[in-house]
């Protein structure tokens, strides 16, 4: 029995050890790909540059635009997350109260467990090739809860949208189809991740981290920036 | 751990259960009853006590993260959380108190008639069929993961297994891989968890990967 029960145990460890081995092959594999796609940024002035370079991009969109270029506010964001929703009122409000007087700039960071996420970024940025950023943008939070959280795929429901805001439809399908816009979306989270973006919402006024909790938080912040 | 007593398979002890049958884990199913039990009851206690403190402040809305452990809304805000129409850890709390409790009765020296076992193989079956749903669903459906739901996939698989060999070797019908699949009980039981182990990773291999 005791030679049988060796078996047994030896068997279980060495799946156990072989399913760690892959694991860890994946994984360093893994680690070597992306050390060079991202090469570790420079010391000092130039990594300040780096950060604000990728915390606002030539193509990023502004919701708004300050006169004296004073005060940033970037949110990276998700369209399918709750929380983002949640924050979006006061957002709203915030853009409302600083008119002019912040920039306000919109970065995508759709999360990968969220299904119709990545989805909705396209249908935003198709319905912007069209001018309709803004209004896509909006329309996502405000329909959120009747299309979020669902594994069933939202297209047809985003192309109405495109649709009930006049767009040109062939127009908006080619560019929500086209994979330079899921590139361009991509670039964005690369952005987020490099700046140590791990979820959304995630605030940065004028190149720093805030962690708002209500909209008087987010008042005081931007209030103390504009000082 | 003794020879398993397939010699012992037959209908005298079926009327009347005795310690000379003890089946094939005389040792490791009643400590494994008791401690994977504690360990189930725990987390479930956990995840109830939890479950008030979202009750209580339900504006609260965490963060969405690409960690899928610290995932928003937490797997616990979500539907498949009251499959039956209320919280599922209170069914936990239930089962894995039993559970501990017959392992805590073998070790005092209890032995069980028949329909006993089988009623405990029931709730096995169902704990599971159960689990796996869940698992399903946190996986695919939720894309999100809890710790102490993962500590009671794990015990609550681990239960069944052992418990199903006893049964199957004292009072089920044997299938005919019975001697090899209660010999290489580990390996079966080292499988099923790699697998769900790889089906972890899979899915989220995206955030993973992110972890230098």
Known sequence: MAMKLNANARISIGIAAAFAVVIAVLLAVNAAGSDDNTPAPAAGASADVDKHERLVRPDSHKLDVAADNKVTFVEFLDFECESCRAAFPAVEQLRKDYAGKVTFVVRYFPIPSHFNAERAARAVEAASKQGKFEQMYQKMYETQTEWGEQQVPADERFRGFAKDFGLDLAAFDKAYNDPATLERIKRDVADGEALGVTGTPTFFLNGSKIQPESLADLTASVDAALK | MPPSSSAARGTAYREWPSLEAPGPFPRLLP??????????????????????????????????????????????????????????????????AIVASIGAALLAGAAFRRWFWLGLQAGATFGVVFVHWLIFQSLYRIGALC??????????????????????????????????????HGVVLTAWTVLLLALIGEQFWSYWRTLP
């Not at chain 2, 504690?38 to 009750?55: M, N, P, R």
């Not at chain 2, 993260?65 to 919280?87: D, H, R």
């Not at chain 2, 794990?154 to 044997?174: D, K, Q, S």
């Open chain 2, 31 to 96: 400590w494994l009853l008791l401690i994977g039990g504690a360990i189930g009851l725990l987390a479930a206690s956990v995840l109830t006590v939890e479950k008030i403190a979202i009750l209580r402040d339900p504006t609260y809305v965490p963060s969405c993260s690409i960690n899928p452990v610290l995932s928003c809304g937490s797997v616990m805000t979500k539907p498949q959380a009251e499959a039956f129409g209320f919280p599922n850890p209170l069914l936990g709390i239930a089962g894995f």
């Open chain 2, 147 to 184: 710790p102490y739901c993962m500590a009671v996939w794990t015990v609550t698989i681990a239960i069944f297994w052992y418990v199903t060999l006893h049964n199957l070797n004292r009072y089920l019908p044997a299938p005919p891989t019975l001697s090899l699949i209660t010999r290489y």
